[in-house]
């Protein structure tokens, strides 16, 4: 593994379902991220993690859930996928305990479609 | 609110300098970043400005006013392969990242 890795690339789901979204990291980064990038909107920040143990919401974390069990993987969780949650979806680390001024390095994304 | 503002689509020629405006109005500044982005791909990272003025490197440099919430990133000679979104983003007061919606460049021969 090199950099960051995500799974699936993308996934067709039907609505209802529930659906986990995998990121691992082998840079041993402290910090992780996910977003979702909509057409026409900035990348828009779900959830993240400042160190193994911690987690915290971003602009837009409702319907979504994450864990940080350890460093390298940083698992999306959505426990009832609705349409509006049709995205692509990156998650990206850094090397820092708050993001700031460190360089965040994104994984290929995962095209999710809910129908 | 926190803002963060790009031309939606930019043309230009290969060969050419194009320059790519971000203004921004943001709960506070620890640094502003810029990212390429090629169709069905990753934001990959440019650079990145904290204080004023002109960062170069290579055929890409980026500017910064903080007075003025203002940024360009420009692009020299330019190539086929620079055809990508070009992402502005700030980090605010808390270090999260505030990203603009991106200016698609169309290069064309």
């Known amino acids: 593994i090199a950099g960051i890795t995500q799974a699936p690339t993308s996934q067709i789901l039907a609505a209802g379902r529930r659906m986990t979204l995998r990121c691992t990291q082998d840079?041993?980064?402290?910090?992780m991220y996910w977003y979702r990038q909509d057409l026409g909107l900035g990348l828009r920040l779900i959830h993240y993690s400042n160190t193994a143990g911690t987690t915290g919401k971003g602009e837009v974390p409702d319907g979504y859930s994450v864990s940080r069990a350890n460093t390298d993987d940083f698992p999306l969780t959505l426990a009832s996928a609705v349409p509006s949650q049709t995205s692509v979806y990156f998650c990206a680390s850094s090397d820092s305990k708050g993001g700031g001024t460190d360089t965040q390095y994104f994984g290929p994304g995962t095209r999710l479609t809910v129908l | 609110g926190q803002n963060i503002d790009q031309p939606t689509e930019m043309t230009a020629t290969e060969g050419a300098i194009v320059q790519i405006n971000c203004t921004y109005q943001t709960s506070g500044f620890n640094g502003l970043f810029w990212y390429q982005q090629h169709a069905g791909e990753a934001p990959t990272f440019l650079s990145y400005n904290v204080l004023d003025g002109l960062e170069e490197k290579g055929r890409f440099s980026s500017f910064l006013s903080r007075s003025k919430g203002y940024s360009y990133l420009l692009l020299k000679e330019l190539q086929m392969k620079d055809s990508a979104s070009y992402l502005c983003?700030?980090?605010?007061?808390?270090?999260?990242?505030?990203w603009g919606a991106g200016t698609k460049l169309i290069i064309k021969p």
């Open positions: 983003a700030v980090s605010d007061s808390n270090y999260q990242l505030i």
């Open positions: 840079m041993r980064h402290n910090a």
